[in-house]
């Protein structure tokens, strides 16, 4: 009987201490996404292909956001992935339209500016202890500017490789019937389902890897990982090289959504990838956080979007107010459980 009561004890606290934050953001992502399927109901909101197209929309963010979970799991963060995601297409853009490289090529630069920001932002924050909002403003101001020295006109990718890739759609065996009696069949792209398998893999390194684990002690409590005999710097250092690929990559499929580089590209993006990541339950503090929550944070703030562009009266600046609000909320719920934890300690 006593071994029953402390099972139940232990699951109880597992619950609240690991999945309550991400109970949370996916229940009020099911209540938005019904509300909006109750109240749009005749502009399609019901409708498969309009769910599908928060995940096509917001690919490259979902593999942006979490990247950037693993930085904020180590109780760092990285300002940098929108200046980034910008450099990444232009590049790609410069590199295809004008110098004439093929679209694979275009992905090789993509991943090495991806990993050149991680390498060395990675090596200034964990090896000469530089405190990481203030190497990641200095690579996103970085970034920003290279992708102006680049051009400061905007590229239009013409590639017939690369559009090939962009326009290629994956159908699947359902759909709707529109007004007119004909059936359209729904759909996603590529870039949905490299996103999602990404987002998997980082599932499994977390739970089911040395290092995974390694990056929720050293977020939890840096002296305690040390004592245990891990290597914390290097632990960091590996987050920042895979925030800086992954925002490499993201950055690529977002370029494949918008079709061009331009110096105003993706401005903002860091700050979706961090709210995504909070409302996501990554705690700001570290040592707790998921990219299944991360996820469902991007798919929120795609949600909170789609519903304002449905409306159609509402300024596209209610996306960043409501977001903002969410933020300010979970941010406090944070709080709220954390305290809660250091008085039960």
């Known amino acids: 009987m006593n071994k029953w009561v402390k099972t139940i004890a232990e699951k109880r606290k597992m619950i609240n201490d690991t999945t309550f934050l991400i109970l949370v953001t996916v229940t009020l992502f099911i209540v938005m996404y019904i509300a909006g399927m109750i109240i749009f109901h005749d502009q399609g909101f019901a409708k498969p292909q309009m769910f599908l197209n928060l995940l096509i929309s917001n690919a490259g963010l979902i593999v942006i956001a979490s990247g950037l979970t693993l930085v904020m799991i180590t109780g760092g963060i990285d300002i940098s992935v929108g200046s980034v995601t910008a450099l990444v297409c232009m590049a ?15 992905i090789l630069i993509s991943l090495a500016i991806g990993l050149s920001f991680g390498i060395v932002q990675g090596y200034l924050v964990s090896y000469l202890n530089i405190q990481p909002f203030i190497v990641t403003l200095a690579g996103m101001f970085f970034g920003r500017g290279m992708t102006a020295i680049i051009s400061k006109e905007m590229l239009t990718i013409r590639n017939e490789t690369f559009r090939s890739w962009a326009e290629f759609k994956i159908y699947l065996p359902f759909g709707t019937v529109n007004k007119a009696g004909i059936y359209q069949p729904s759909y996603i792209y590529p870039t949905v389902i490299i996103a999602l398998i990404i987002v998997a893999l980082i599932v499994f390194m977390l739970k089911k890897t040395k290092f995974g684990r390694s990056l929720y002690a050293v977020g939890g409590n840096q002296q305690s990982a ?86 159609g009266t509402l300024s596209s600046w209610w996306v960043r107010i409501v977001l903002s609000a969410l933020l300010c909320f979970f941010i406090v719920l944070q709080s709220v459980i954390t305290s809660r934890k250091r008085q039960a300690e």
């Open 92 to 106: 790609s853009a410069y590199s295809m339209e004008v110098m004439g490289t093929s679209a694979y090529t275009a």
């Open 226 to 311: 040390l004592m245990m005999g891990l290597n914390v710097k290097r632990s960091k250092m590996m987050a920042y090289v895979l925030s800086g690929l992954l925002a490499g990559i993201g950055g690529f499929l977002f370029c494949l959504n918008t079709g061009a580089g331009f110096v105003e590209q993706a401005r903002g993006l860091e700050m979706d990838a961090i709210s995504s990541s909070v409302i996501g339950g990554t705690l700001l503090s570290g040592g707790v956080g998921n990219p299944i929550g991360t996820l469902f944070g991007v798919l929120i703030k795609g949600t909170i979007g789609s519903l304002i562009t449905t409306q």
